[in-house]
């Protein structure tokens, strides 16, 4: 499916039947050969799909025309409060119905949507307010205490002024859907025009807000869209949705697409066993999207119910070989392994033909995302060669916002340095090994922390596995190894390194075990390593 396709080793798709899928896709939501913005996404699915199920939730189930019909609503009530066009609106909600309305009350308003992790501390609020300069802030009832705090500290040092704040007042759900719907069009957005803010986790220091145009998430969208037909997807599935939405991940893979196909998204509120269960035998959904800590879960519960789900997809982190295994057993079921981050949109591969290959191989790219390994040279590397992982593509982001100088660190005419390392086969199939900041260099050797982690997590008492590269006067660095062990279970630091000793090379061996009851997740669902290193002395 994938190929070289010149001297220079550089990857693309071509799969003719993934491009015909694709530019089918694209010629459907195209106008004048230019495809449309994102605040006609949803106009498009009323047109379409009207009498269609859009959102499922233990409250309410609406269809597309009310969808469309609630978000037009929104839209204009916040056109009357002075939100314009381009003008930056903070969405602070957990998953809900609510979610969905205001965000696509806001890209019908060609204005630009920013959603913020729910988990965010009052500090942490309080610089991205500052960053994003919203207008508004829409907020669910239970966050509001937390915007207040950030009011309060603005108060403090005499900063009056603060976006308007709006909450669940906003949403209406009582004027009847009249039988045709006609709201004044948003005025005419371009597709190279800052559509989503996304803030990133912060893990490496202050979060950067990665700009997202519409033509991004349009045409990521798309690719993902005709990747899924290639699975088996139609348009008449159901998306399982219980990551958390103010995540790029979730934003495509569970609003922009599902919206595109005239899908049904079954909304569940927070990662909570009942809930998941609950809505599994009620709703009986046919796509799941997870990453690898959900699945953990489901491992540890046993019961799913997935007898209506015909594919599972892991993205967001890296999903180990164990979690996978463990799941086939306990299920009978394959996880697809995928990769993305959020400066492309976010997804680049979703591995569909060989599933028996280890699961750092995501496949083939996505139509039209370019991918080269090179080394810290710039230079290109040959098939089957470890160094930066570089993409080009019409999904790739705009930039950082107002951060020109990290922009320009990571974009060079048009390629994308991802920051992860990864190496490419004959077939086009791409190979994640990790962070480039993750490589651990001893002695001059790379060491990659995937690689044991996984060899960790063959050990039965492990559940969670983390490798950090610690300095080291003599050798530069060496591993160290974080292990979440289960409750009573027979284990012994022995045990561990015996097991390293037998698949791993002696240097990348770690040199300390540190076991712990549980490691720290962000609010993603991955290890935390820059909490970790706070544990010991470098």
Not at 391 to 419: C, F, H, S
Request: net charge neutral; proline share 5%; with cysteine.
């Amino acid at each position: 499916m994938g190929s070289y396709s010149n001297s220079q080793s550089t990857v693309r798709n071509t799969c003719a039947q993934e491009q015909a899928i694709f530019n089918k896709i694209k010629k459907t939501y195209s106008d004048n050969n230019s495809v449309i913005h994102v605040s006609q996404l949803l106009r498009c699915a009323y047109e379409k799909y009207p009498t269609n199920t859009a959102l499922i939730s233990t409250e309410k189930t609406i269809n597309y025309t009310e969808l469309y019909f609630r978000a037009g609503l929104l839209c204009d009530k916040l056109s009357a409060l002075g939100i314009q066009a381009r003008d930056h609106v903070i969405l602070y909600y957990e998953n809900a119905l609510e979610f969905y309305v205001a965000y696509f009350a806001v890209w019908q308003l060609n204005a630009v949507i920013v959603p913020l992790n729910t988990f965010l501390h009052q500090h942490e609020l309080d610089y991205i307010i500052t960053d994003a300069a919203p207008k508004a802030i829409i907020a669910s009832p239970s966050l509001l205490k937390t915007v207040e705090s950030v009011q309060e500290l603005r108060q403090q040092r005499n900063e009056k002024k603060f976006p308007l704040v709006l909450s669940s007042e906003i949403f209406d759900w009582q004027t009847p859907v009249p039988e045709k719907i006609n709201f004044t069009p948003a005025c005419d957005g371009k597709g190279y025009e800052l559509a989503t803010l996304l803030y990133t986790s912060g893990t490496t220091g202050a979060a950067k807000g990665v700009m997202i145009s519409s033509d991004n998430a349009m045409i990521n969208a798309m690719q993902g869209y005709a990747r899924f037909v290639l699975m088996g997807m139609t348009d008449k599935e159901r998306f399982f949705c219980v990551l958390p939405l103010f995540h790029v991940f979730a934003q495509n893979t569970c609003m922009w697409l599902p919206i595109m196909t005239g899908s049904a998204v079954i909304v569940v509120s927070k990662v909570d066993r009942k809930l998941i269960m609950d809505n599994l035998e009620q709703h009986k959904p046919t796509l799941f999207f997870g990453v690898p800590s959900l699945y953990g879960l489901l491992c540890l519960m046993r019961n799913a119910n997935f007898d209506s789900v015909k594919v599972f997809v892991s993205g967001a982190d890296m999903l180990p070989d164990k979690i996978r295994a463990a799941f086939a057993l306990v299920y009978g079921r394959k996880i697809r392994a995928g990769y993305g981050l959020s400066e492309a949109s976010p997804v680049v591969a979703v591995h569909h033909v060989n599933q028996e290959q280890p699961t750092y191989v995501v496949g083939q790219p996505l139509v039209g995302i370019e991918c080269q390994i090179r080394d810290k040279d710039g230079n290109v590397l040959p098939p089957g060669t470890v160094g930066s992982f570089w993409l080009r593509g019409e999904n790739i982001m705009m930039g950082y916002y107002k951060a020109p100088e990290q922009t320009a660190k990571v974009l060079q005419d048009g390629w994308l340095d991802t920051g992860d390392l990864a190496s490419l086969d004959q077939e086009g199939n791409i190979a994640i090994r990790g962070r480039d900041k993750d490589l651990i260099i001893h002695k001059g050797f790379n060491i990659y922390p995937a690689e044991i982690e996984n060899v960790l997590l063959k050990h039965p008492a492990v559940f969670k596995a983390a490798v950090i590269g610690k300095s080291d006067q003599a050798n530069g660095q060496v591993p160290v190894a974080f292990v979440a062990i289960k409750p009573d279970a027979a284990f012994t630091e022995q045990n561990l390194r015996a097991l390293c000793a037998n698949h791993l090379a002696s240097y990348k061996i770690p040199r300390s075990f540190i076991v712990q009851q549980d490691l720290p997740l962000n609010a993603t669902g991955k290890i935390d390593k820059k909490k970790l290193t706070q544990t010991f002395s470098t």
